[in-house]
């Protein structure tokens, strides 16, 4: 009884000895490829108690048990792809070998073995046409060596999923092959109809919250407009803004306190009693005078829109341009006015500037001839209905053309300076004078008649004679004189002002003659 007891403690003991392994040692583990087949092998080195090998335990299994283990045991149809490049090692190159290898469906750098468990119609044709669409998404996965998993929804409206992993070689450098398996899922399959639903719940429901808000932020701001409107108008604007009965000013914004320099519109009625004397008169402009019988928005509702301007000191005392609008609105059982002044000063300017360009002679810097003709037009038409004395005179340079002959184009752009000069500082004030063109100046004598207008002009020719230019000495001008008759038009009067200044050249030049 003895012995049986000893055997049994001897034999455990070598055992333990035996199987005993150095944990600083490490399996080997990995995929190979064999002769005939592929598979995984676990190698374990095998130490004694005192670290003395003893040899190694193998165990194996081949690609293809693993592949039917899964799809028969686990119930997931498994397939076990190899890198079609390992067939090309000299391993597997040998004429009594055959190769049960097939194209796969997912990559066509793998192949899988067609066995019982396996066709080629499932496991390639139906597998290539149920991903079909997600043919970029595998590639991708297989190019990147992790693993992944994909899903397709087939034609019976369920899902299939395909995961991929990857097999390493001995080295664990490179991926050799790949396991994939297939499994319907029912779970997926109503996880994604829900999701479908919970989308267009959500979509329903987030419509219906932007909805309210919208609402809600539209009310808020009609109640907020309605509560700030007069307030967020009147300081929101460039332009000056306030209400006033043309008595006083109840309401102001920002701008028109800092214009007329005021803290308050009290301050500002106390300085100010009456507000229409702000207006500045000045032509072209509306002002108080202009007002008469009528009330100032009759006044501006008269005026054309585009003449809707006043002139205004700020607080400067500078002359501002503004537009100006009216809007009447009813304050406690009375009327009063919104009055909007937008600030033109600037186009003011401009338009200033662009008519002074347009009726001002370039080279003597008086009146051009446009300017001389639109004023004609008026003292024309004026005096064919009022019956007054009408006169004008003709100004021509005696010998000018021998002046730009003898001493050059620049000394007789002087000599017209010079000469228009003289007239512009010593026609009356009532008088329009113009460079007619050329060496050719026109004076317009309005309610002169012709004899007067002689002797103001034989003034004016003695003062020429008197002038004397530095290069080309002293110099002369002929006048020829008219005034309007019955039935005159403008241009007969002219031609009869021609005829005037042509008989004073031919007379001997320097002198006056009335025709």
Known sequence: ??????????????????????????????????????????????????????????ISYSSDGFQNYLTTISNIHTHFLVNKHIFETNAWKRDDLVVKYTQSAEHEDYMLTINGLHSKQYCVVENRENFADKRNRIDRGI????????????????????????????????TIAWIVSYKKSPFIASTIKNVRYWRLGFLLLFLILVYLIYTLAVTMKRLEEEHKLLNDVLNATDGIMFMTNFN????????????????????????????????????????????????????????????????????????KSFN??????????????????????????KELSIKKKAYTDALTGVSNRNK????????????????????????????????????????????????????NTHVRDTDIFARWGGEEFAILFPETPKEEVKTICEKL???????????AGSVTASFGVTQYEEEDTIKSMFNRCDKALYRAKKSGRNRVCVE
């Open 143 to 174: 190019m990147l060596e992790r693993a992944f998993s994909v899903y397709s929804q087939l034609s019976d409206k369920s899902i299939i999923v395909a995961s991929f992993l990857p097999v390493k070689n001995l080295e664990k450098t490179q």
């Open 324 to 349: 100006i609008t009216l809007s009447k609105t009813t304050e406690e059982n009375h009327y009063s006015y919104l009055v909007t002044l937008t600030d033109i000063t600037k186009l003011k300017e």
């Open 461 to 471: 020719r003695i003062g020429i004679e008197q002038l004397t230019h530095a290069k």
């Open 372 to 423: 001389f003709d639109e004023v004609v037009r008026l003292e024309f038409n004026r005096n064919a209905r009022y019956k007054r004395n009408l006169s004008v005179a003709i100004v021509d340079i005696d010998h000018f053309k021998s002046f730009n002959d003898t001493y050059g184009h620049l000394i007789g752009d002087e000599i017209l300076i010079m000469l228009a000069h003289y007239l």
């Open 248 to 319: 006083k000013v109840t309401f102001s914004n920002r701008k028109f306190k800092e214009f007329f320099n005021v803290y308050s519109e009290d301050e500002f009625n106390a300085k100010h009693k009456i507000l229409l004397d702000l207006l500045i008169q000045n032509d072209g402009y509306l002002h108080r005078g202009l007002i008469g019988d009528m009330s100032f928005e009759q006044l501006i509702e008269k005026t054309p829109e585009g003449e809707r301007i006043v002139l205004i000191l700020d607080k400067h005392l500078t002359p």
């Open 1 to 58: 009884m003895h012995k049986p007891n000893k055997f049994g403690d001897d034999l455990s003991k070598v055992r333990q000895d035996f199987f005993y392994t150095n944990r600083t040692k490490k399996r080997v583990k990995g995929f190979t490829q064999g002769r005939t087949s592929h598979g995984f092998r676990n190698t374990y080195p095998i130490f004694d108690r005192d670290g003395t090998y003893l040899g190694a335990m193998e």
